[in-house]
DNA sequence: ATAGGGTTAG
């Protein structure tokens, strides 16, 4: 037996930062030195590490484990911004609940909340667009701190989301009477608003407002909401103005400057320009990035280019897109009545490195049942539900109603068996089925049909 | 990573 010299906590801390795989990252941690027993003095910065590496890779059960083990290590004194870090974890994975439970624990940790991770449950909150527990929250904000900036950017930044344009003003005044004085950010979140209300000449206005009342120098946020403002109005000879200005004002033009300018090229069949442009990012020394791929995948199968929009896939422009690019090409095959095409390429998805999420499995669902493809549909639902995916109400009900139609009895029993697992089982599924079941001559398969609404 | 910008679907 080969002795090895014990892995040290400095050690550790290198193995975990270059340890790609979060799983053995894990294992890792709970098991530093296999062939010793004494007990193991993890540093702080080693809990940080692993702790960010799981709630990046969305490993809660394993997360919640370390920090269970860390709630239990009294000497140290933890670090707010961790927990801001565990409660955009679940806010990005749509938790809110488990956000909320993470930001009351804080103090079982001897670290007590500031207004910095209020903060960061308010933002989880409006991840998950859970506007009334946002006021709910606010009303506890004294416990905290005197509402900040930030505070009031993701308050604003909600009125946005909901399409309160009135009352995104009002806090707006409301901050400056307070004295908090708004930044460039609540500038960006103002512009994007504007912009997205088609209120490009306000946007113009609060930018000359925003530079010469409060000081404030315009950065590449605020210019690409305003570039993208300029391209819906279809005035592309203003986006390049204000393109020029960004460049005159020493600011690098980044690959989201390039995709937008790109992107509304295309959209109003300005397809040369776009490559042009294109090849100006290019010369600029800005790498196309995976959005820059989906934006070429859209345009090229709008052109029924699929073979372009494949190699696009293959990674012709020296990166892969994401899951983003393969859901537009499988939409697009899908309209075209390509369903096994589609069905196809959803298959290869693993094998090319890209996990299928909800859009995918939707789309593809919503088109088999359109085209009838009731068995291959019930496949794609199966694994769907597996998989914790909502379908389409009005898809699942189509669905039911073929099957219904079809008098495909056997696939029936099978999906309402899974669909009552999955708690998906609405009132149209019910009235299609009984409906079926008033109607068809023969009554033995129906009554069976019955029983399973019945039991689930 | 305390808050803001670009792509699909709905």
């Known amino acids: 037996m080969v002795s090895w010299k014990p892995i040290s906590p400095f050690r550790l801390c290198s193995l975990l930062r270059s340890q790609k795989d979060p799983s053995l990252a894990f294992q890792l941690f709970t098991n530093p030195n296999p062939n010793h027993d004494r007990p193991f003095r993890y540093s702080l910065l080693s809990y ?12 809660f059960t394993q997360m919640e484990q370390i920090l269970q083990q860390l709630q239990r290590e009294t000497r140290f004194q933890i670090p707010e911004p961790l927990f801001c870090h565990v409660i955009s974890f679940y806010a990005r994975a749509r938790l809110p609940a488990r956000a909320l439970h993470a930001f009351l624990s804080i103090p079982s940790f001897r670290c007590s ?40 950017n993701i308050l604003i930044s909600a009125c946005s989301s909901q399409g309160h344009v009135e009352r995104a003003w009002k806090l707006f005044d409301e901050m400056r009477q ?62 390049f103005r204000v393109k020029d200005e960004m460049v005159r004002n020493n600011l690098r033009l980044d690959a989201v400057v ?6 509304a090229l295309f959209k109003a069949g300005k397809k040369e320009e776009g490559f042009r442009v294109l090849e100006e990012m290019k010369n600029n020394g800005c790498k196309p990035d995976a959005v820059t791929c989906n934006v070429l995948i859209v345009e090229h199968c709008r052109q029924n280019n699929f073979v372009e ?12 897109p994401d899951v983003v690019g393969y859901n537009v ?11 096994s095409k589609a069905v196809d390429l959803f298959h290869d998805m693993p094998r090319r490195q890209c996990a299928p999420d909800v859009v995918t499995y939707r789309t593809l669902f919503d088109a088999l049942c359109q085209w009838m493809q009731f ?19 009005l898809s699942l009900n189509e669905f039911v109603e073929g099957l219904c139609r079809e008098g495909k009895f056997e696939l029936l029993l099978t999906v309402l068996n899974e669909l009552g697992r999955g708690g998906l089982c609405n009132e149209e599924t019910w009235k299609s089925v009984v409906s079926m079941v008033c109607t068809r001559e023969n009554m033995s398969a129906p009554f069976e049909v019955f029983d399973t609404l019945v039991l689930a």
């Open 48 to 59: 940080d590490l692993i702790i960010t590496k799981l709630g990046r890779a969305k490993m």
């Open 329 to 339: 090409v499988i939409g697009w095959l899908c309209k075209q009545g390509k369903w």
């Open 309 to 320: 929009a494949y190699r696009v896939l293959d990674g012709k422009e020296g990166v892969k």
């Open 113 to 152: 909340p500031s207004l910095k991770s209020f903060n960061s449950l308010l933002h989880a909150l409006l991840t998950c667009r859970q506007f009334n527990a946002m006021s709910q929250l606010m009303s506890r904000v004294h416990h905290f701190g005197t509402p900040d900036a930030c505070t009031y």
């Open 178 to 239: 307070r004295g908090v004085p708004p930044n460039v950010v609540t500038f960006g979140i103002l512009t994007n608003l504007l912009c997205k209300n088609s209120l490009v000449q306000e946007a113009f206005k609060l930018k000359e407002d925003m530079e010469r009342g409060f000081r404030l120098k315009t950065n590449v946020f605020v210019y690409t909401n305003l570039i993208k403002g300029v391209c819906e109005i279809g005035d592309f000879d203003w986006a």
């Open 258 to 263: 390039y995709n937008t300018l790109i992107n």
């Open 375 to 393: 068995a291959e549909a019930g496949l794609i639902l199966e694994e769907m539900i597996f998989k914790g995916f909502v379908p389409h109400a």
